[in-house]
Nanobody, 119 residues
Framework: QVQLVESGGGLVQAGGSLKLSCAASGIIFSINAMGWYRQAPGKQREMVATITSGGTTNYADSVKDQFTISRDNAKNTVYLQMNSLRPEDTAVYYC?????????????WGQGTQVTVSS
């Protein structure tokens, strides 16, 4: 059974930094794109950043030059370094990955990790 487990969320003051991690476990043949999404209270889930297996990144305009996504393919792990955090970054952050198990590719989601930025 494939699982994505996130860690690194918490409470931070505005201007601070946090680094999220998301590790995929299980019987995995390969992992395609990985990404981070977030959902603030009363809002729809939105893409924050994605990274392909080759390392090509894509960011939401609201986090460019503020957040950095990276991955360690050997560890099946994706990271999100978040700097200069603002109260509007407060949300539940979800990890997402396209994982090939056997001959089937499927999108998996983590359980989410809360990030709260106080002003």
């Amino acid at each position: 059974q494939v699982q994505l487990v996130e860690s690194g969320g918490g409470l931070v003051q505005a201007g601070g930094s946090l680094k999220l991690s998301c590790a995929a476990s299980g019987i995995i043949f390969s992992i395609n794109a990985m990404g981070w999404y977030r959902q603030a209270p009363g809002k729809q889930r939105e893409m924050v950043a994605t990274i392909t297996s080759g390392g090509t990144t894509n960011y939401a305009d609201s986090v460019k030059d503020q957040f950095t996504i990276s991955r360690d393919n050997a560890k099946n792990t994706v990271y999100l370094q978040m700097n200069s955090l603002r109260p509007e970054d407060t949300a539940v952050y979800y990890c997402n990955a396209g994982i090939v198990v056997g001959f089937t590719a499927k999108t998996y989601w983590g359980q989410g990790t809360q990030v709260t930025v106080s002003s």
